[in-house]
């Protein structure tokens, strides 16, 4: 056995060399976590609080509310500090103080309750060994911020449980840090935290009054399905908080001086470009005054031009008067918003096709943009301008264009390309009707559809819209030539426009693969 | 020579380099051979012993 | 090798049989192979292009022959002349395995007889299969030459044997040269594939793994075959080479501990390099573990120990484990890794047909090696040329 | 000795560490065929109705389908290209909306196919198209294993002349100026023909004109160094089966560095090894040396012990000899003098 002994030694360095390796794994690994990320409810919370200290030397942790308030039943106080009727958001703690002290916080409290549990017989979550268990990574949720719109706001305000404080009128600072709605500060939380705290102590103190009180779980404001039960108020009184109805937007003004090269001595008119504002319409068309006065619930409610300068500047994150207002992309700009607007299926047929970047013709900035003459008095006063700007708008038209029905040809028999199938016949009339139909009382669409010919453009595009315009085949050749690769050849034309409104439209029916639906198979 | 991809240029380059590596053997034998032909020892490439 | 070569009077040995019948289904389904194609015996697919008959056949038969280059080198370059009984089954086996490996490649290349094309009149310098085929080429050629001795003793053809012996030493340094070449090619095939083999198998050194992890190979194949033939074929044997098969064994023993040792970490550091190393905690990560731990380290480790301790019997199964080692190795990398994003119903299973025609063509090297070991002086010298080398 | 095999593989790694990172041109850098064609597929405007599936089978005279073209329940299924068919249309449900997408050969910039194929069967044309030669093809199957679109598909049902099989981009038809089958066949201009340059800015144009339809990324711009076809899509490209792990790195230059190698070994092996030789012949010869040296000294000394020895036996010999001699003198002197007396006695006694 002399030969067996260092045999042994030298498998026992091979094992623990092994044991060192496989326990290494767990600190080395876990990328495969984020590989799938597996998408959970609303009630998936990502707990990152330690990256605003600095690198992770762990993925953040993955945590099921829900499951925990269940093991808890309900008790918010066994992970979140209660004092009166405020629930502190943060898990056992007042504020972040340290990475360290944080990281003690959730390892001893979090394992000191697994443990617990799985002493007590029950089952629970994973023990100081299972490090990955917890630390899986970020997930993909289901859930989704809550947009607190005029109905919901109504009902929050409108609510016994919400009576103003005695010897008051106003009810806004149960909520908000103001008293009245002409202090226009919408501010409700500086953070999500701070939300949640706010939301949560009162929906549980009108809970414990044993009222119908707001959601406890996560699901009830974050999740979308939820929030399309919440009960909706028809029509929501409007929100005074001494806007005015109309105003007139103008590029800041220089004070009238010698130097000033845009105001001259009234003598001779100078004209200044200007946006009359129809600000009640927009009440009531978008949800609450965040979407346009974003940041309100912080800022409160300020115009535009005091972040978004002519030139930008750091509070308005150096975005211009002119990019806040036209920059297609944001949800808060004009242009933007309208943009969302054409995203409708009733305006999508066309508008999809055109793109969003629009045309930036002289007509098209005529729809908004005015010129006028800068009276001084328009320049001093606002109630001037708020008039001017009403006047404006209400001489605008904005009745739907009207299209004699009869001068729409009825079929149009697509023959040209007929080859393998037999000429398509287009009910040009009913296509009309029906995109007119999607129009239909819609102030928007129809102020900025008045051009008589306009909606004819939407398929008739790059040529001037008359009613009877050029041929299709006049511009797309029969033959597709790749040296005009951008332009499409006629068959494809034509296959663009009819499928891709469709598609657009969500029009099911002809499918865009049934071809003899559209055009009988020759026989 | 005029190459449009690097594929065109590697496969005209890697094919002269095994050419080079052939003549580079053969060179190197001879060359061995010549080096080591007077050693009254031969270390040319006859069998050893 | 087969089991029982004992001098035995009848041909009727089980060995003999079981080979017949093999050998029987392996001509079938050639015929088969050659006139109903690919398709009709393998489970190749357009998503798994190479199969069995390339991740063993090719990779590791030629792996596995590596045996060759090392003794020769050791013996006539680093003058180990106390190995030099060995040169020649090692030769040997050198030579019939990289005979078979082109045997087997005309079963798997589709348009076989165009074989010769990259070599002659359409080279494609670019690819790396040019490079193992130019090698295995050449190398298969300077084998012959090798080998020819054995045969021109037995045929008394003086002169010959005696040219073919001027050349040991620049055969042996070609060999050396040509082998370090198309070893490290066949890892250079899959350096064009970085999407399709496992990170944890591709690596910018798959070409240096794949010669390095030769050599152990090779190695490890004469230690085998030298205590089979030492077992069975003693009577072939004479004085010389059965008073130098133990020096051989734990000489040799003793270098692949080395190399596998140098292995070993290298394989390490190409993880390092791509920083793979979070793929070690996914079931691959195991998988590779395995590799690594079970057939690198542990081979490494017990030839050491038999290195120390002069332990043939050690040595013996050291060198079992690493041929499994660098089989699994080759296999992993050509088939298991390979194509290891493709859903589970698309991934390559070797047909029977497959597998059968595979050991046919093992079998049928086996046999041709057994005759050469009995008719041919290579355990033993030819009377007429005694220390002739 | 081993150790010195040991040491010249260390050498012949080290040499690889240190090339693998040297690039095939070094300063050279190639941008591929000017004005070379591609295709740009829109996968926005794919509607699934397999026109270039059919197109492709006719102009490529592939043998009749099992499932007529017309039958759009195929797309259902995962499909890929097949030695019969060089272009399939597959269907991914992207948050529950279809999205088709054309799967064929990319006709990379620097094809993975062409660096794999070891008898050069494949070429890159000017006209953008990667062509394969089967009257070169062995049948190796390299190429399929490069192919990291895996295009390339191979009839395994034929013994004696199986070919790979793959997309042509239709480079006669081009030649004649025709369009490529499937982009003339296509009804909805998901598919766009013309220089690669051109669909560039046609594919930034759209993304510019309609951001909220693409995702801003064009595949097949950088992808495997290139591809004449290029992508654009509404959604993200993994998620219609495009694998966007592939990295930018064009295939030659995935072994151009470990290539660059071969000539390394072939020149500084015979070096090494031919080194190793001599240091082992010499060892060998001083061994010898010493040993003759040793056999000499060994030799003289055993000349010189019988020397002695000779020479001692000598000198006794002669001693002995002296002493004979002058036993003898000596004996022949005292005769003498006796006789001498007896004469004189006789002649003295009368006289008295």
Same mark, same amino acid.
């Given at each position: 056995?002399?030969?067996?002994?260092?045999?042994?030694?030298?498998?026992?360095?091979?094992?623990?060399?092994?044991?060192?390796?496989?326990?290494?794994?767990?600190?080395?690994?876990?990328?495969?976590?984020?590989?799938? /990320?597996?998408?959970?409810?609303?009630?998936?919370? *990502?707990?990152?609080?330690?990256?605003?200290?600095?690198?992770?030397?762990?993925?953040?942790?993955?945590?099921?509310?829900?499951?925990?308030?269940?093991?808890?039943?309900?008790?918010?106080?066994?992970?979140?500090?209660?004092?009166?009727?405020?629930?502190?958001?943060?898990?056992?703690?007042?504020?972040?103080?340290?990475?360290?002290?944080?990281?003690?916080?959730?390892?001893?409290?979090?394992?000191?309750?697994?443990?617990?549990?799985?002493?007590?017989?029950?089952?629970?979550?994973?023990?100081?060994?299972?490090?990955? *268990?917890?630390?899986?990574?970020?997930?993909?949720?289901?859930? *989704?911020?809550?947009?607190?719109?005029?109905?919901?706001?109504?009902?929050?305000?409108?609510?016994?449980?919400?009576?103003?404080?005695?010897?008051?009128?106003?009810?806004?600072?149960?909520?908000?840090?103001?008293?009245?709605?002409?202090?226009?500060?919408?501010?409700?939380?500086?953070?999500?935290?701070?939300?949640?705290?706010?939301?949560?102590?009162?929906?549980?103190?009108?809970?414990?009054?044993?009222?119908?009180?707001?959601?406890?779980?996560?699901?009830?404001?974050?999740?979308?399905?939820?929030?399309?039960?919440?009960?909706?108020?028809?029509?929501?009184?409007r929100?005074e908080a001494g806007q005015s109805d109309y105003s007139l937007l103008m590029a800041?003004?220089?004070?009238?001086?010698?130097?000033?090269?845009?105001?001259?001595?009234?003598?001779?008119? *100078?004209l200044v470009n200007a946006v009359p504002f129809n600000h009640k319409l927009h009440e009531d068309k978008n949800?609450?005054c965040?979407v346009c006065h974003?940041?309100?619930?912080?800022?409160?409610?300020?115009p535009c031009s005091?972040?978004?300068?002519?030139?930008?500047?750091?509070?308005?994150?150096?975005?211009?008067?002119?990019?806040?207002m036209h920059?297609?992309? /944001?949800?808060?700009s004009c242009v933007?918003c309208h943009?969302?607007a054409?995203?409708?299926?009733?305006?999508?047929?066309?508008?999809?096709?055109?793109?969003?970047?629009?045309?930036?013709?002289d007509a098209s900035c005529a729809k908004c943009h005015v010129e006028i003459s800068a009276a001084?008095e328009l320049l001093?006063s606002k109630d001037v301008r708020n008039n001017t700007a009403s006047m404006l708008m209400n001489v605008r038209v904005k009745t739907d264009p009207?299209?004699?029905?009869?001068?729409?040809?009825?079929?149009?028999?697509?023959?040209?390309?007929?080859?393998?199938?037999?000429?398509?016949?287009?009910?040009?009339?009913?296509?009309?009707?029906?995109?007119?139909?999607?129009m239909?009382d819609n102030s928007m669409a129809a102020y900025f559809h008045s051009d008589?010919?306009a909606?004819?453009?939407?398929?008739?595009?790059?040529?001037?819209?008359?009613?009877?315009?050029?041929?299709?085949?006049?511009?797309?050749?029969?033959?597709?030539?790749?040296?005009?690769?951008?332009?499409?050849?006629?068959?494809? /034309?034509?296959?663009?426009?009819?499928?891709?409104?469709?598609?657009?439209?969500?029009?099911?029916?002809?499918? /865009?693969?049934?071809?003899?639906?559209?055009?009988?198979?020759?026989? | 020579?005029?190459?449009?991809?690097?594929?065109?240029?590697?496969?005209?380059?890697?094919?002269? !380099?095994?050419?080079?590596?052939?003549?580079?053997?053969? !060179?190197?034998? !001879?060359?061995?051979?010549?080096?080591?032909?007077?050693?009254?020892?031969?270390?040319?490439?006859?069998?050893?012993? | 090798?087969?089991?029982?070569?004992?001098?035995?009077?009848?041909?009727?040995?089980?060995? +003999?049989?079981?080979?017949?019948?093999?050998?029987?289904?392996?001509?079938?389904?050639?015929?088969?192979?050659?006139?109903?194609?690919?398709?009709?015996?393998?489970?190749?697919?357009?998503?798994?292009?190479?199969?069995?008959?390339?991740?063993?056949?090719?990779?590791?038969?030629?792996?596995?022959?590596?045996?060759?280059?090392?003794?020769?080198?050791?013996?006539?370059?680093?003058?180990?002349?106390?190995?030099?009984?060995?040169?020649?089954?090692?030769?040997?086996?050198?030579?019939?395995?990289?005979?078979?490996?082109?045997?087997?490649?005309?079963?798997?290349?589709?348009?076989?007889?165009?074989?010769?094309?990259?070599?002659?009149?359409?080279?494609?310098?670019?690819?790396?299969?040019?490079?193992?085929?130019?090698?295995?080429?050449?190398?298969?050629?300077?084998?012959?030459?090798?080998?020819?001795?054995?045969?021109?003793?037995?045929?008394?053809?003086?002169?010959?044997?005696?040219?073919?012996?001027?050349?040991?030493?620049?055969?042996?340094?070609?060999?050396?040269?040509?082998?370090?070449?198309?070893?490290?090619?066949?890892?250079?095939?899959?350096?064009?594939?970085?999407?399709?083999?496992?990170?944890?198998?591709?690596?910018?050194?798959?070409?240096?793994?794949?010669?390095?992890?030769?050599?152990?190979?090779?190695?490890?194949?004469?230690?085998?075959?030298?205590?089979?033939?030492?077992?069975?074929?003693?009577?072939?044997?004479?004085?010389?080479?059965?008073?130098?098969?133990?020096?051989?064994?734990?000489?040799?023993?003793?270098?692949?501990?080395?190399?596998?040792?140098?292995?070993?970490?290298?394989?390490?550091?190409?993880?390092?390099?791509?920083?793979?190393?979070?793929?070690?905690?996914?079931?691959?990560?195991?998988?590779?573990?395995?590799?690594?731990?079970?057939?690198?380290?542990?081979? $490494?480790?017990?030839?050491?120990?038999?290195?120390?301790?002069? +332990?043939?019997?050690?040595?013996?199964?050291?060198?079992?484990?690493?041929?499994?080692?660098?089989?699994?190795?080759?296999?992993?990398?050509?088939?298991?890794?390979?194509?290891?994003?493709?859903?589970?119903?698309?991934?390559?299973?070797?047909?029977?047909?497959?597998?059968?025609?595979?050991?046919?063509?093992?079998?049928?090297?086996?046999?041709?090696?057994?005759? $050469?070991?009995?008719?041919?002086?290579?355990?033993?010298?030819?009377?007429?040329?005694?220390?002739?080398? | 000795?081993?150790?010195?095999?040991?040491?010249?593989?260390?050498?012949?790694?080290?040499?690889?560490?240190?090339?693998?990172?040297?690039?095939?041109?070094?300063?050279?850098?190639?941008?591929?065929?000017?004005?070379?064609?591609?295709?740009?597929?829109?996968?926005?405007?794919?509607?699934?109705?397999?026109?270039?599936?059919?197109?492709?089978?006719?102009?490529?005279?592939?043998?009749?389908?099992?499932?007529?073209?017309?039958?759009?329940?195929?797309?259902?299924?995962?499909?890929?290209?097949?030695?019969?068919?060089?272009?399939?249309?597959?269907?991914?449900?992207?948050?529950?909306?279809?999205?088709?997408?054309?799967?064929?050969?990319?006709?990379?910039?620097?094809?993975?196919?062409?660096?794999?194929?070891?008898?050069?069967?494949?070429?890159?044309?000017?006209?953008?198209?990667?062509?394969?030669?089967?009257?070169?093809?062995?049948?190796?199957?390299?190429?399929?294993?490069?192919?990291?679109?895996?295009?390339?598909?191979?009839?395994?049902?034929?013994?004696?002349?199986?070919?790979?099989?793959?997309?042509?981009?239709?480079?006669?038809?081009?030649?004649?100026?025709?369009?490529?089958?499937?982009?003339?066949?296509?009804?909805?201009?998901?598919?766009?023909?013309?220089?690669?340059?051109?669909?560039?800015?046609?594919?930034?144009?759209?993304?510019?004109?309609?951001?909220?339809?693409?995702?801003?990324?064009?595949?097949?711009?950088?992808?495997?160094?290139?591809?004449?076809?290029?992508?654009?899509?509404?959604?993200?490209?993994?998620?219609?089966?495009?694998?966007?792990?592939?990295?930018?790195?064009?295939?030659?230059?995935?072994?151009?560095?470990?290539?660059?190698?071969?000539?390394?070994?072939?020149?500084?092996?015979?070096?090494?090894?031919?080194?190793?030789?001599?240091?082992?012949?010499?060892?060998?010869?001083?061994?010898?040396?010493?040993?003759?040296?040793?056999?000499?000294?060994?030799?003289?000394?055993?000349?010189?012990?019988?020397?002695?020895?000779?020479?001692?036996?000598?000198?006794?010999?002669?001693?002995?000899?002296?002493?004979?001699?002058?036993?003898?003198?000596?004996?022949?002197?005292?005769?003498?003098?006796?006789?001498?007396?007896?004469?004189?006695?006789?002649?003295?006694?009368?006289?008295?």
């Open positions: 056995m002399e030969k067996g002994r260092p045999m042994l030694r030298w498998v026992g360095i091979l094992c623990v060399s092994m044991a060192v390796v496989g326990f290494g794994l767990n600190a080395l690994g876990g990328k495969q976590g984020s590989i799938e /990320a597996n998408k959970v409810g609303a009630d998936l919370i *990502t707990i990152d609080t330690l990256t605003k200290f600095g690198k992770l030397d762990y993925p953040v942790v993955r945590f099921e509310h829900d499951k925990h308030t269940k093991a808890v039943e309900g008790k918010c106080e066994s992970c979140h500090t209660v004092t009166g009727n405020t629930v502190t958001a943060k898990f056992k703690r007042q504020e972040d103080t340290n990475a360290a002290e944080i990281k003690a916080i959730y390892h001893d409290n979090c394992l000191k309750c697994h443990n617990d549990t799985t002493t007590a017989g029950k089952k629970s979550g994973p023990g100081s060994e299972q490090c990955r *268990t917890c630390h899986a990574g970020p997930a993909e949720t289901s859930r *989704t911020p809550i947009a607190f719109d005029k109905s919901l706001h109504y009902r929050h305000s409108s609510s016994k449980m919400m009576l103003p404080a005695p010897g008051q009128k106003e009810n806004c600072s149960k909520c908000h840090a103001q008293d009245k709605p002409e202090a226009r500060n919408l501010s409700f939380a500086e953070n999500k935290d701070q939300t949640h705290e706010k939301c949560m102590s009162c929906h549980i103190e009108v809970g414990k009054a044993l009222q119908p009180s707001g959601p406890l779980v996560c699901a009830g404001c974050h999740d979308a399905t939820v929030r399309a039960g919440f009960k909706k108020v028809a029509d929501v009184p929100l800041t003004l220089a004070k009238p001086s010698s130097e000033s090269t845009l105001v001259k001595p009234a003598s001779e008119p *100078t949800e609450n965040s974003h940041n309100a619930s912080t800022k409160g409610v300020i005091q972040c978004h300068t002519s030139l930008g500047k750091e509070e308005g994150a150096f975005i211009t008067t002119e990019q806040a920059r297609v992309t /944001a949800q808060t933007g943009a969302q054409q995203a409708k299926p009733e305006c999508a047929g066309c508008h999809t096709f055109m793109g969003r970047t629009g045309k930036n013709t001084p001093e009207e299209i004699k029905v009869n001068e729409i040809p009825e079929i149009v028999e697509i023959s040209v390309l007929a080859n393998e199938y037999q000429a398509g016949k287009f009910p040009h009339r009913k296509v009309v009707q029906k995109i007119m139909e999607g239909k008589p010919n909606v004819c453009s939407g398929c008739h595009h790059n040529s001037p819209a008359s009613v009877n315009p050029p041929k299709c085949v006049s511009c797309h050749g029969k033959v597709a030539d790749w040296q005009e690769s951008t332009k499409p050849d006629l068959k494809t /034309a034509y296959h663009q426009q009819c499928i891709g409104c469709h598609s657009e439209m969500g029009i099911q029916k002809p499918a /865009a693969t049934a071809c003899a639906d559209c055009h009988a198979v020759k026989q | 020579m005029e190459f449009m991809t690097l594929h065109d240029f590697m496969f005209w380059t890697k094919g002269m !380099a095994y050419i080079g590596m052939g003549v580079g053997l053969v !060179a190197f034998v !001879a060359f061995w051979l010549f080096l080591s032909e007077r050693d009254e020892d031969k270390f040319a490439d006859t069998e050893e012993e | 090798m087969s089991h029982h070569t004992t001098p035995s009077k009848t041909l009727w040995t089980p060995a +003999n049989i079981l080979t017949a019948v093999i050998l029987a289904i392996g001509l079938i389904l050639t015929v088969k192979r050659f006139t109903m194609g690919l398709g009709s015996v393998t489970n190749l697919t357009d998503d798994n292009p190479w199969g069995i008959w390339i991740g063993f056949d090719l990779l590791c038969g030629v792996a596995l022959a590596a045996g060759g280059y090392t003794t020769s080198a050791a013996v006539y370059l680093f003058g180990m002349k106390k190995y030099h009984s060995a040169v020649r089954p090692a030769i040997t086996t050198a030579f019939l395995g990289y005979a078979f490996v082109v045997f087997a490649l005309l079963y798997d290349l589709g348009r076989y007889y165009r074989l010769p094309y990259p070599l002659t009149i359409y080279p494609g310098p670019t690819s790396f299969l040019f490079e193992v085929g130019l090698c295995v080429a050449l190398y298969l050629t300077v084998l012959a030459i090798e080998f020819s001795p054995a045969l021109w003793e037995t045929l008394r053809w003086k002169k010959l044997r005696f040219w073919a012996h001027s050349l040991t030493l620049v055969l042996t340094i070609f060999g050396v040269v040509l082998s370090t070449l198309h070893q490290s090619s066949l890892g250079g095939l899959y350096l064009l594939a970085p999407s399709k083999l496992h990170p944890l198998w591709y690596s910018p050194y798959l070409a240096l793994f794949f010669f390095i992890s030769s050599i152990p190979a090779g190695l490890s194949m004469v230690i085998f075959e030298g205590r089979l033939s030492h077992k069975f074929l003693h009577h072939k044997m004479d004085q010389t080479h059965i008073d130098e098969a133990p020096g051989v064994t734990l000489g040799f023993a003793k270098a692949a501990a080395v190399v596998l040792f140098t292995y070993f970490n290298l394989k390490w550091i190409g993880v390092a390099l791509d920083n793979n190393w979070h793929y070690l905690s996914t079931g691959w990560g195991t998988w590779f573990l395995v590799e690594m731990l079970g057939f690198v380290l542990l081979p $490494c480790l017990m030839y050491a120990v038999a290195a120390r301790e002069k +332990n043939q019997k050690l040595a013996f199964w050291a060198s079992i484990v690493t041929v499994l080692g660098i089989v699994l190795n080759r296999l992993n990398i050509s088939l298991v890794a390979f194509n290891w994003q493709l859903p589970t119903e698309l991934r390559y299973v070797p047909s029977w047909e497959e597998i059968m025609i595979t050991v046919f063509i093992v079998t049928l090297e086996i046999t041709v090696l057994r005759i $050469c070991l009995n008719k041919l002086p290579i355990l033993h010298e030819h009377p007429e040329f005694k220390g002739a080398h | 000795m081993k150790r010195r095999k040991f040491i010249g593989m260390l050498a012949g790694a080290g040499a690889c560490m240190a090339a693998s990172t040297a690039t095939a041109g070094g300063t050279h850098h190639f941008t591929g065929y000017p004005e070379s064609f591609g295709v740009l597929f829109d996968s926005t405007k794919c509607i699934g109705c397999r026109k270039c599936e059919a197109a492709c089978n006719k102009v490529n005279e592939l043998p009749a389908q099992p499932v007529p073209f017309d039958d759009l329940t195929v797309l259902d299924t995962r499909r890929r290209t097949h030695h019969d068919t060089f272009t399939v249309v597959n269907k991914y449900s992207v948050n529950d909306k279809p999205v088709y997408r054309k799967q064929q050969c990319n006709h990379c910039l620097e094809p993975a196919c062409a660096s794999a194929c070891f008898v050069g069967a494949f070429v890159k044309d000017k006209t953008g198209a990667v062509s394969h030669d089967a009257s070169k093809c062995v049948g190796c199957r390299y190429c399929m294993i490069a192919c990291p679109f895996e295009i390339p598909t191979y009839e395994y049902h034929d013994p004696i002349t199986p070919r790979v099989r793959k997309c042509t981009m239709c480079q006669p038809r081009i030649e004649e100026g025709k369009l490529p089958g499937c982009v003339e066949e296509c009804p909805k201009g998901a598919l766009v023909f013309g220089r690669r340059e051109d669909l560039l800015n046609i594919a930034r144009e759209r993304i510019r004109k309609h951001p909220n339809v693409y995702i801003n990324h064009i595949y097949g711009e950088r992808e495997m160094g290139g591809t004449s076809w290029v992508y654009i899509s509404g959604v993200p490209f993994e998620k219609i089966g495009m694998r966007e792990d592939l990295g930018v790195t064009a295939a030659p230059e995935l072994t151009s560095g470990a290539l660059s190698l071969v000539p390394a070994i072939v020149g500084l092996w015979p070096m090494f090894l031919t080194g190793a030789y001599a240091l082992t012949k010499r060892r060998e010869k001083i061994a010898e040396e010493e040993q003759h040296h040793a056999v000499a000294e060994a030799v003289a000394e055993a000349q010189a012990e019988a020397a002695k020895k000779t020479k001692a036996a000598m000198d006794k010999a002669e001693r002995e000899k002296q002493a004979a001699v002058d036993r003898e003198v000596k004996k022949a002197l005292k005769e003498a003098e006796e006789a001498r007396l007896k004469a004189q006695t006789p002649a003295d006694p009368s006289e008295q």
